[in-house]
């Protein structure tokens, strides 16, 4: 009987020193989802106020971030439920300026994640042996590259006076938040693998 329980305390123990060492990952997640719920509202904000000035290709440019920004959030949420946790409600934050002030804030917020949280996200998650969060994290990471790239090239348009000539069409890819801004997109997601027949696609009207 004395086996039997130390036998079960060990395993408690040893279940609790699991779950202890998850916690970091856990906070990032956390962390990851409200950044990327911010970041979707605040995009769909942007895209009024695009839309306001006349700049109806940066209206869909950032119509299709506010898609993708809400993909990661949910791919987030999903991992830490399948973590048995959960994500108090809270309310977003965020001011709505010129376009241009509005570009360079989201340059400013997406240079942040490449370079500085979700890599950190993504050695603490490797430490923590929790792929489903490591890939989470990637999906975004790879993601927001390419929208740094895009809004340094409305910037670039906005400032020369020449927004006109920016894409009208962008596509989501609706598994991994994947973004392309091109007529065609490839056959399938270069993230995920998810086919193009999936796409979400934002257009300029």
């Given amino acids: 009987m004395n086996k039997l329980i ?3 305390l060990l395993l408690i123990g040893s279940a609790g020193f699991s779950f202890a060492g998850k916690e970091k990952t856990i906070e990032n997640l956390k962390a990851a989802v409200k950044g990327e719920t911010t ?4 995009y769909a904000g942007y895209a009024g106020q695009a839309k ?10 950032f119509s299709a971030a506010s898609k993708s920004e809400a993909i990661h959030a949910a791919n987030h949420k999903s991992v830490l439920v399948k973590m048995g946790q959960k994500i108090d409600s809270f309310k977003p934050e965020f001011d709505v300026k010129t376009t241009k ?3 360079t804030d989201a340059i400013k917020g ?4 490449i370079s500085t949280m979700y890599p950190g996200f993504i050695s603490t998650a490797k430490m923590e042996s929790e792929n ?8 975004a990471m790879e993601t927001e ?4 790239q895009i809004y340094q090239s409305a910037l670039n348009a906005l400032n020369a006076g020449t927004a006109v000539k920016l894409p009208k069409v962008y596509w989501v890819c609706p598994k991994c938040g994947n973004t392309y801004d091109v007529s065609k997109p490839e056959s399938s997601c270069s993230f995920c693998s998810t086919s193009s027949d999936r796409f979400l696609k934002f257009i300029d009207r």
């Fill in 39 to 42: 970041a979707s509202e605040k």
């Fill in 132 to 139: 489903d969060a490591i890939k989470s994290f990637r999906w």
């Fill in 52 to 61: 306001k000035e006349g700049f109806i290709q940066i209206e869909a440019m």
């Fill in 6 to 8: 130390i036998a079960c």
């Fill in 101 to 103: 002030e509005n570009i």
């Fill in 145 to 148: 590259k390419k929208h740094q």
């Fill in 110 to 113: 997406e240079s942040y994640e």
